[in-house]
C-alpha cells in the first residue's frame, strides 16, 4: 500500500517511519528543496494549487493525507474526487477558519470563549465592548505557533494591534483564565471505531508548545468530558484519522480552544509512551487496519527542541530520554526536535525533565 501525505515536514517524517513497519510506504508532496520527510521517504517537490503535480503526485497511491492544516481545500477536494482522503475535506476546511471552527462547536453544545467575526475597525470596537479586555485577536486563517495573534488587556494594545493586524479577517476571543492548558488526541477509522489517548498538559511560551505532561495529573473526570466532546466533533465530521483537540481547564469544566485535523505536537509523547503511538494509529486509520491500543506507558515529559539543541549525546546522558531530530539546521524559533522522557512514576519522570531543560538553558 502506499499513502500519499501533503507536506513534507517532520509530522510526515513521522507519519512514514510508523507505516515502514506495517509494510505501507509514503511519498509526499511539498513545495520545499529538501524538506524533513524528503530524507526518509519519496518526495515529489511542487505547489499544492499546481494541478499538473497533482495528478502526478496521486499516481499509484491508495490514499492520500496531509501533515497540516494549511493545505488549500480546493487541491484537498480534487484528490478526493479521484482516490480516498481522509481526514475528509470538510474537516480541513473547518479548521482552518477560527470562525468556522468556534461555529462547529457551539453548534455540537461544546463550550467555546465568547468570539466575534470581524472585518471592519467598527466591528473590532463594537466586539471589545461586548466581549470586553483581555481579549485574544487572532487571524481567522494561516496562525500557528502564536503567529498571527496578539492578547490584548488595555485599549492602548488593543489599537496597536489593530494597526498589526486589521484589514484581514479576524476574530476576537475572550481571554480565558484556565488554570491550565490541556488536550486530548484522538482517532477514528474507517467503520468508525474510536479511541482516545489520555489528557495531556501543555505548558507554552511565546504562542509555542515547549512541554508536555503525559496524562496530565488530576483529569480523571475531565477525561471523560474530553473523551465525550471529542467523540461528537469526530462523529459530526465523519472523521478518518487523528484528531487533536487543545483545551482549557476552567474552574473544573473543559473549554475548546482550537483543533488540528492531524497528527500533533502535544501527541509526540506517544511514540514512546503509548501502547501505541499516535503517527502509527493515524496511518492505520487510513489504511482501513485495527486501531492500537491508546493506553499510556509510565509517565511520560515531552519537550520541544527549539531554535538550537544540545549535542544528542549530552540529551541522552539524561536517563528515560529519547531523541527525536528532525533533519533541520538552527534557526531561531524553528522547531529542531522533541525529547520523551519516560520514567515509572511522575515525580522520576519530572526530575529527569528539569535536568534536560537546564541543558536546554
Not at 471552527?101 to 465592548?129: H, T, W, Y
Not at 476576537?172 to 489528557?199: D, H, K, M, N, Q
Not at 531561531?332 to 519530572?350: D, F, P
Request: proline share 6%; aromatic share 8%; with cysteine.
Amino acid at each position: 500500500m502506499k499513502i500519499g501525505i501533503l507536506g513534507g515536514g517532520q509530522l510526515g517524517r513521522m507519519l512514514a517511519l510508523s507505516a515502514y513497519p506495517l509494510d505501507i510506504r509514503c511519498r509526499f508532496l511539498d513545495p520545499a528543496n529538501e524538506p524533513s520527510a524528503g530524507q526518509v521517504a519519496e518526495c515529489v517537490q511542487g505547489e499544492f494549487e499546481d494541478y499538473r503535480v497533482l495528478f502526478d503526485f496521486a499516481r499509484g497511491l491508495d490514499a492520500v493525507t496531509y501533515e497540516f492544516e494549511n493545505v488549500p481545500v480546493e487541491s484537498v477536494r480534487w484528490l478526493a474526487e479521484r482516490l480516498p482522503v481522509y481526514p475528509p475535506a470538510d474537516a480541513l476546511a473547518i479548521a482552518q477558519d477560527r470562525v468556522a471552527e468556534k461555529l462547529f462547536f457551539r453548534s455540537l453544545g461544546i463550550p467555546v470563549p465568547a468570539f466575534a467575526a470581524i472585518e471592519s475597525r467598527e466591528e473590532f470596537d463594537d466586539a471589545i465592548a461586548r466581549i470586553g479586555l483581555p481579549a485574544v485577536l487572532k487571524t481567522t486563517r494561516f496562525g500557528y505557533d502564536g503567529k498571527g495573534q496578539a492578547v490584548l488587556r488595555t485599549p492602548d494594545e488593543a489599537g496597536k494591534s489593530w494597526e498589526l493586524l486589521g484589514g484581514r479577517p479576524l476574530i476576537l476571543e475572550a481571554f480565558v483564565p484556565f488554570e491550565r492548558e490541556l488536550s486530548i488526541v484522538c482517532v477514528r477509522g474507517r467503520t468508525g471505531e474510536t479511541a482516545f489517548y489520555p489528557l495531556v498538559q501543555n505548558v507554552h511560551r511565546g504562542g509555542m508548545l515547549r512541554r508536555t505532561t503525559a496524562p496530565a495529573p488530576n483529569v480523571e473526570l475531565l477525561q471523560v468530558k474530553a473523551e465525550d466532546l471529542a467523540g461528537r466533533a469526530l462523529a459530526a465530521m465523519n472523521y478518518v484519522g487523528v484528531l487533536a483537540i487543545e483545551l482549557f481547564d476552567y474552574c473544573g469544566e473543559l473549554i475548546v480552544n482550537e483543533m488540528a485535523p492531524r497528527v500533533h505536537n502535544s501527541g509526540h509523547w506517544t511514540t514512546e509512551g503509548a501502547q501505541t503511538s499516535q503517527f502509527e494509529n493515524h496511518i492505520r486509520a487510513i489504511a482501513g487496519l485495527p486501531l492500537g491500543g491508546t493506553q499510556a506507558v509510565g509517565h511520560s515529559v515531552m519537550i520541544n527542541l527549539i531554535g538550537d539543541c544540545p549535542t544528542a549525546t549530552e540529551m541522552l546522558n539524561v536517563p528515560g530520554t529519547h531523541v527525536h531530530l528532525y533533519g533541520k539546521m538552527p534557526r531561531a524559533n524553528r522547531k529542531l526536535g522533541h525529547v520523551t522522557l519516560r520514567g515509572t512514576s511522575a515525580e522520576e519522570t519530572a526530575t529527569h525533565a528539569g535536568r534536560l531543560e537546564q541543558l536546554l538553558q
